[in-house]
């Protein structure tokens, strides 16, 4: 067995990368502190502090507003029902016409340059607002899924990886009376889990982050996600409405703390999901590379 020894230089260009990515890994987290601090702050510690990660006295005042009615925890379901359900139509109109592309098809070029194509121009918003409207779409949450079904790249990332499955294991499967369908789920998925860990990933924070395509399509408020719904907050907490002249005792939270625990209230469930994805988050980006 061969032994690693570490020369000087190593060892400082190891300390150097444990410096430099602890200084990144502070540059990213500080803020976070900072927002979750600043949500549970009160007003005057907001005003004379300009920056802190403890706030010395906490107040749930931010949250209290936020969550004064039932409308968010309405909206939060809204968008966790979108995100798993717009997930799921991802992942099934991507993976089918994945290893569509990576098998032997007639006419393979020609959708691949197609696709290609759609990456690089696409029709617009207004066309597509007149698409999904005439399929009868708005106020659907059909709307938020359908027009986004398939990323571009997404698709060839995933093709790619498909091609890479020995074709060796696939004719095997189909001389033991597999068919293509068969060979999809039994054989190709269950080799691509950490490909599909990261995508779903990817297209799960998409549809969770997305308020543009909701913002055009759904006009009716119940049928709002979180991300509608809490640039209206945002908006309101700005001075749109004033709380106080219909009630003489409301003491609105700052503005600040509001938005703050909107950042917190955005972005917690995708927190919470990471961590569960994230083992097989680099293994799946690299093992879809496309290779030169």
């Not at 068969?182 to 924070?205: C, G, H, Q």
């Not at 409301?250 to 927190?271: C, F, H, N, R, W």
Request: charged residues 10%; contains cysteine; proline residues 5%.
């Amino acid at each position: 067995m061969m032994m690693k020894h570490h020369t000087l230089g190593s060892k400082l260009f190891d300390v150097a990368n444990y410096v430099f990515l602890s200084l990144l890994a502070l540059l990213m987290i500080v803020p976070i502190l900072y927002i979750v601090a600043g949500s549970f702050a009160s007003e005057a510690e907001i005003s004379s502090r300009s920056f802190f990660i403890v706030p010395t006295s906490i107040t749930f005042d931010a949250y209290q507003y936020v969550f004064k009615d039932n409308t968010i925890p309405r909206s939060l379901l809204v968008s966790v029902f979108v995100t798993v359900a717009g997930t799921v139509v991802n992942l099934f109109f991507t993976m089918t016409m994945a290893y569509a592309l990576s098998r032997q098809v007639i006419g393979k070029n020609i959708v691949m340059n197609m696709i290609v194509f759609s990456m690089l121009f696409s029709g617009g918003m207004i066309p597509t607002f007149l698409v999904v409207k005439s399929m009868g779409l708005l106020d659907s949450y059909l709307a938020l899924m359908l027009p986004v079904a398939i990323s571009a790249f997404n698709l060839i990332v995933v093709k790619s990886f498909f091609q890479e499955i020995p074709t060796e294991l696939l004719e095997a499967a189909r001389i033991d009376g597999c068919n293509d369908l068969s060979v999809l789920w039994r054989i190709v998925l269950p080799l691509s889990k950490p490909v599909i860990a990261t995508f779903s990933l990817f297209y799960a924070v998409g549809h969770w982050n997305d308020f543009f395509n909701a913002l055009m399509y759904i006009n009716d408020t119940a049928k709002w996600p979180l991300q509608v719904l809490l640039r209206q907050i945002v908006l309101l907490a700005t001075g749109a409405m004033d709380m106080s002249s219909m009630d003489p005792t409301y003491v609105k939270p700052p503005d600040q703390s509001i938005k703050m625990a909107i950042i917190v209230i955005g972005t917690l469930p995708i927190l919470v999901v990471y961590p569960f994805l994230q083992k097989h988050f680099a293994k799946g980006v690299m093992l879809g590379a496309v290779k030169g």
